[in-house]
């Protein structure tokens, strides 16, 4: 993976999973900021500017698709993987359509994330 160190930022409610993906971005040479909730990772754009981020769609207080909202009014162009455990097309759509690059299913496969990272950092 050619990305210069690229930083990602990892938003997801579930401790476990930011662990995970921590180890492996970090595995790639990747830099990798992690976040429990939406909030947080809001606050954190406002000093901060991370090359992409894996965005979990079932969160509370927040969920994915406000937290995608909040980057479209923002207005960022950053390219935004949603990771959700829940294969519905009604809500893939509503992710698209709100700029997401790409709808992973959880569990994740390691290389298919890796390799999506790759091209939306890349393209």
């Known amino acids: 993976m050619n990305t210069d160190k690229a930083v990602i930022a990892v938003i997801d409610d ?11 971005l970090r595995s790639a040479g990747l830099r990798a900021n992690t976040f429990l909730n939406g909030a947080d990772f809001l606050s954190f754009l ?3 500017r991370p090359d992409c981020v894996v965005l979990d769609l ?11 909202k909040s980057l479209a009014m923002k207005r960022l162009g950053l390219p935004v993987i949603i990771i959700t455990g829940d294969d519905n097309e009604e809500k893939y759509r509503q992710v698209i359509d709100q700029g997401a690059a790409a ?12 390799d999506t990272i790759d091209t939306v950092l890349t393209h």
């Open 14 to 24: 579930e401790e476990s999973v930011c662990k995970a993906l921590e180890r492996l």
């Open 58 to 68: 079932n969160m509370m207080p927040m969920n994915g698709l406000e937290v995608l």
């Open 46 to 48: 406002e000093t901060n």
């Open 103 to 114: 709808y992973l299913l959880k569990p994740i496969d390691d290389q298919l994330l890796l």
